[in-house]
């Protein structure tokens, strides 16, 4: 919602303590809610806190490293950091060095934007075997991320992975697992997957989706990008691709997704599935939905294959879409890895209300609500923005709408007098946060930290020729932070 000019000019002279806002994240929900407030405000001062020692979030540890171009993005989120109102603080996590009650004292107005560090199950029989993993680990592991360093996949000891979803992640992992890695090793991809990626003995990677082709979740460039990599073999069997009129309908309405069938049409004629010995297989399989995982004989606690129920489409009535039931035939896939790419989840933190059902935080327009449903109160002074406030889904430009609606519910609240108090007292902002976590002793890394971080690792990716080698420990971030 844009917000007004008059309403705009009347934010400086409600009152004359500058607003104090902090933003919990720093990925691109945060830093485009930052960039908002920071140019609505004149005065205000934003921290942006993240409990790891380096800003942007999903764009460092997310997009995937042969995108170079989505990170350019971080260039803006920079600028916006260096702002002399503005404050990145990290190595500070919420709910461990800080609690929100803690924070909500200290700010005029709090801001989440932690998005979705957790990742959806499955919910079946074997999920807990070894070789199973949440497709946000191993991108996490291919990233760099600190938390997933170790995660170490086991490439070795089969020719076959199954990635369970059909959404762009999956397709992000699929490519990482079937890129030539001379290709990748030009990239920022962490030194310890591309070690891992070359000496890979996978060779089959299955796209397994419960529904058709019709109703896949990824977007056109990242399949055309997919289906472009070097001497791949492409297998879709021409049945998956056939079409109700049901499909037709969906079809009609929706040309990113009729492009999408064409693309997959098209990879599915018998010339492009043409496979020369040793040549890597990229199967697209629908309509199959999991069911259990299976043990290894051999090696116990280990998955060896996936069970999977064939499904057919029907029409749900509450939401209108065509949605997977099972037919009750199933079928069996070998395999050594499965990386389950089913969607990513928001995890809440103490005294924030939370909607289990949806995965996001209950509110109007980014304003907090007390409970999901029922009589619910706005809580004041506390906002959402990004995935945790709407889902796990949309590219990073979707978070800038999602800021702008954010900061526009908060200027409201202030042109209200809802977030500012006008009794006069001011709330200790940044101040009061440094002092309380120095009594805690908590090691932060404020934005000038990071640059020490990234110099350093453009330093050695630049002996690569990688545009950066990154840190993966906590230890050596941290160490490098504070020389
Ligand atoms: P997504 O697009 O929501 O895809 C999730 C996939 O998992 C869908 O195919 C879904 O099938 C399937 N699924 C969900 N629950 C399942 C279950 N219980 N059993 C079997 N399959 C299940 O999520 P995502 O791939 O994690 O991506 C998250 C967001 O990030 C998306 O908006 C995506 O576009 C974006 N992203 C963009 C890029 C890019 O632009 N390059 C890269 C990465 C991510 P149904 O459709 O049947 O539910």
Not at 262 to 284: I, M, N, R, Y
Request: charged fraction near 25%.
């Amino acid at each position: 919602m844009a917000v007004s000019r008059a309403l705009r000019r009347s934010f400086s002279t409600v009152s004359s303590e500058p607003l104090r806002v902090c933003i919990v994240g720093s990925g691109p929900a945060g830093f485009y809610t930052a960039d908002k407030i920071l140019k609505a405000h004149e005065g205000a001062e934003v921290d942006i806190l993240d409990r790891l020692p380096t800003p942007f979030g999903l764009v460092r540890s997310g997009v995937a490293p042969d995108h170079p171009e989505t990170k350019i993005v971080t260039n803006q989120f920079s600028r916006v950091a260096q702002n002399g109102r503005c404050s990145f603080i990290g190595n500070v996590s919420l709910g461990g060095s800080i609690s929100l009650a803690e924070l909500r004292e200290l700010y005029d107005a709090v801001v989440l934007s932690y998005g979705a560090e957790s990742d959806q199950a499955l919910r079946i029989p074997g999920e807990e075997l070894a070789g199973i993993y949440a497709a946000r680990e191993f991108v996490w592991w291919y990233n760099g991320h600190p938390d997933c360093r170790n995660l170490a996949p086991d490439l070795k000891s089969s020719d076959t992975a199954v990635i369970i979803g059909q959404g762009n992640v999956a397709l992000d992992v699929a490519r990482i697992l079937l890129r030539p890695t001379t290709e990748l090793a030009t990239t920022d991809i962490s030194d310890h997957a591309l070690a891992a990626l070359s000496e890979s003995s996978i060779r089959k990677v299955y796209l397994v989706g419960r529904r058709g082709a019709a109703q896949a979740a990824f977007t056109t460039k990242e399949l055309r990008e997919l289906l472009g990599i070097k001497d791949l073999s492409i297998k879709i069997r021409q049945a998956d691709l056939s079409k109700t009129p049901a499909d037709e309908e969906e079809l009609k309405n929706n040309r990113i997704k009729r492009r999408i069938h064409e693309l997959l049409s098209k990879a599915a004629t018998p010339a492009a599935s043409v496979c020369s010995p040793g040549q890597k297989e990229l199967h697209f399989v629908f309509f199959r939905k999991p069911d259990r995982f299976l043990e290894s004989d051999c090696r116990s606690g280990h998955a060896a294959g996936l069970r999977m129920e064939r499904t057919i489409l029907k029409e749900d009535v509450d939401s209108g879409k065509q949605i997977a039931v099972g037919t009750g035939l199933f079928e069996e896939m070998g395999c050594g890895l499965v990386l389950k790419s089913v969607g990513y989840k928001s995890i809440p933190v103490d005294g924030l209300p939370f909607d289990h059902h949806k995965g996001i935080v209950p509110n109007i327009q980014g304003r907090v609500l007390s409970e999901a449903s029922g009589n619910a109160q706005v809580e004041k002074g506390l906002y959402v923005c990004g995935w945790l406030k709407r889902g796990p889904t949309g590219i990073i430009a979707t978070n800038l709408y999602c800021a702008e609606e954010t900061v526009a519910s908060i200027s409201e609240d202030v042109v209200t007098g809802v977030v500012t108090s006008r009794s006069g007292l001011s709330k200790p902002g940044r101040q009061g946060l440094l002092e309380l976590l120095d009594n805690r002793n908590v090691k932060i890394v404020p934005f000038g930290s990071w640059e020490k971080i990234d110099n350093e690792e453009q330093r050695r990716g630049s002996l690569k020729n990688k545009p950066r080698e990154k840190l993966t420990s906590w230890q050596d971030l941290l160490e490098v932070a504070t020389e």
